[in-house]
C-alpha cells in the first residue's frame, strides 16, 4: 500500500565529484530508465515513460547542465513498446529506430540534432532484429516476419533512404543465422519449420539457393518413435483472426485410441510461446496425453491490433482463444474432450484460472 517511488537520474563527474541532477520533467509518476551515452559522449539518453504506458519519450540530456529535451515521442492508443530498437551509425549522429507508429514495427532513420531523416522502411508486417548496416552500400539489412504464416522471419533489405525495400528469402519458412557478403550479393541463411529439419544455404540477393551448406539432419523423431509436432492454424474466438498453435502427441501415437487434452498456456503481453523452429518437444507426452499451446489475440509478434485485443480486456479475448483451441481439437476422434486440463505459470498460471472459472 505504499506510495511508488519517484524516479531521479543523476550525473556523476568522477574527477570533479560534482553531482549534476538531470531533468526528468515535473510528472512523478512516471518511469525514467534505460540510461546511455550517445557515442560522442555529448548527451546522455534515457526513456520516460508515463504510468499508463502509452507514451514512451527518448529524451537527450546535456551533461554539463543536466538540461533535458525530447527527441522522439512514440504513443499507442494502448500499450507502447517501452524500449524500442535504437542503433547508432558511424557518424555518431545518425541512429536507426524502431517505430510502432503505423501499427506494425518499422525503422526510420533520425539524427540527434536535426530529427527524423526517412522512413526506412513501411510494412504491414513487424520488422523484428536488425541484421547488419552496410553504410558505405547504403543499405540496411533486417529480419521481418513478412512471411505467410506471420510468425515465420524472413530476411530483408532497404536502402538507408527508405527509397527501397527488398524480400530477400522466399519459401514460407522460419529463417534465421544470418550472414550477409561483404559484396552486397550474397547471403547465407538457415531456414527450418516445426516439421522441417534447419538446413544453411548460400543465396543471391534474388533469394536463388546457389549452395547447399548443409543438409537437413535424419528426423530425430522418428528414431525416437515420437510423432512430430503438428503445426496447427484456426481461427480465433471472433471468427477473423488466425492463430497459430502447436499440437505434441505420445510415443506411439494410436488414432484409433482417445487420449486426455491439456493445454500448456502463457497467452499474455510481451511473451509468445509458439515457435516455428524444428526439434521441440514436450516430454509429458509420455504420460500418455496430448498437449496442445496456441498463442492467443494479445501475445505479441503479429502487430499492434492482434497484441492490443486484450487491452483492458484481460482474461477475455485470451481465454476465449484457448477454449476455442479445445474445441478445433474436439473434431478430431482421438482428442478425449471429456478429459481436457490446462496448465501455466506467471499469466499462464492466471489463464489457468479464467479458463476454469
Known amino acids: 500500500g505504499d506510495a511508488n517511488g519517484i524516479a531521479r537520474l543523476e550525473i556523476y ?11 526528468v520533467g515535473p510528472a512523478q509518476d512516471q518511469y525514467v530508465y534505460g540510461g546511455e551515452w550517445s557515442p560522442k ?13 502509452d507514451t514512451v519519450e527518448l529524451m537527450a540530456t546535456d551533461p554539463a547542465t543536466g538540461r533535458s529535451r525530447t527527441v522522439i515521442t512514440e504513443k499507442q492508443a494502448t500499450w507502447q513498446k517501452n524500449s524500442p530498437q535504437l542503433r547508432f551509425l ?42 547488419s548496416v552496410d553504410e558505405a552500400a547504403g543499405w540496411l539489412y533486417y529480419a521481418a516476419r513478412s512471411s505467410e504464416t506471420a510468425i515465420n522471419s524472413q530476411l530483408h533489405r532497404a536502402r538507408l533512404d527508405g527509397s527501397r525495400r527488398e524480400r530477400l528469402t522466399k519459401e514460407d519458412l522460419h529463417y534465421s543465422s544470418f550472414q550477409v557478403a561483404p559484396d552486397n550479393q550474397h547471403f547465407v541463411a538457415t531456414k527450418q519449420f516445426v516439421d522441417v529439419p534447419p538446413s544453411a544455404s ?10 547447399k551448406l548443409t543438409t537437413p539432419a535424419a528426423d530425430p523423431y522418428a528414431k525416437k518413435g515420437m510423432p512430430a509436432p503438428e503445426f496447427l492454424r484456426f481461427m480465433a474466438a471472433d471468427g477473423k483472426t488466425e492463430l497459430y498453435g502447436i499440437l505434441y502427441k505420445p510415443a506411439g501415437f494410436d488414432p484409433s485410441r482417445k ?36 498463442d492467443n489475440r494479445g501475445t505479441p509478434g ?47 498460471g492466471y489463464m489457468s484460472l479464467m479458463a476454469v472459472l
Open 13 to 23: 563527474d568522477l574527477a570533479s565529484r560534482k553531482r549534476t541532477p538531470i531533468d
Open 41 to 53: 559522449g555529448d548527451a546522455f539518453l534515457w526513456f520516460r515513460a508515463n504510468r499508463r504506458q
Open 90 to 131: 558511424a557518424d555518431g549522429s545518425r541512429f536507426l529506430w524502431e517505430s510502432e507508429s503505423s501499427g506494425f514495427a518499422n525503422f526510420e532513420l533520425w539524427d540527434l540534432s536535426t530529427g527524423k531523416l526517412a522512413r526506412i522502411t513501411d510494412d504491414p508486417w513487424v520488422a523484428e532484429s536488425i541484421v
Open 202 to 211: 548460400l543465396y543471391g540477393m534474388d533469394g536463388k539457393e546457389i549452395a
Open 259 to 294: 487420449y486426455p487434452l491439456v493445454i500448456d498456456a502463457y497467452g499474455g503481453p510481451l511473451i509468445a510461446s509458439v515457435s516455428p523452429r524444428f526439434g521441440t518437444q514436450e516430454a509429458q507426452t509420455g504420460l500418455g496425453v496430448l498437449i496442445a499451446k496456441v
Open 302 to 348: 503479429r502487430g499492434k491490433a492482434f497484441e492490443s485485443a486484450t487491452y483492458l480486456k484481460l482474461g477475455g479475448p485470451d481465454v476465449d482463444d484457448q477454449a476455442q483451441l479445445v474445441r478445433e481439437l474436439d473434431k478430431r476422434p482421438y482428442v478425449d474432450a471429456s478429459r481436457v486440463a490446462i496448465m501455466g505459470h506467471s499469466y499462464g
